[in-house]
């Protein structure tokens, strides 16, 4: 199993972006969800999605403007960011929870930059 994701790119402050995730092979996911990491600094947690129930969670600084979602036909999820803030700016990756024990799988990331 593989997470591929895409949709990074240079926006400006208040704009949005839309990164994907899309799963190759079959993935069994209790949860799937997003993480970044900004320069000089550990990754954090962005935002979670159940697959099954569609639940979802997120971090307090992106709650209102990131929304997550998934397809299950085409094994792919999805983060929609707006209001985008420069401190946004980060590398986001993609992350699966096979078993709700813990990310045991990740992608590639994918750089999102917010300039001012």
């Known amino acids: 199993v593989q997470l591929q994701a895409s949709g990074g790119g240079l926006v400006q402050a208040g704009g949005s972006l839309r990164l994907s995730c899309a799963a190759s092979?079959?993935?069994?996911?209790?949860?799937m969800g997003w993480f970044r990491q900004a320069p000089g600094k550990q990754r954090e947690f962005v935002a979670a999605i159940r697959w099954s129930a569609g639940s979802t969670h997120y971090a307090d600084s992106v709650k209102g403007r990131f929304t997550i979602s998934r397809d299950n036909a085409k094994n792919t999820v999805y983060l929609q960011m707006d209001s985008l803030k420069p401190e946004d700016t980060a590398v986001y990756y993609c992350?699966?929870?096979?078993?709700?024990?813990?990310?045991?799988?990740w992608g590639q990331g994918t750089l999102v930059t917010v300039s001012s």
């Open positions: 992350a699966a929870d096979p078993q709700d024990v813990g990310w045991e799988i």
């Open positions: 092979g079959s993935i069994l996911s209790r949860k």
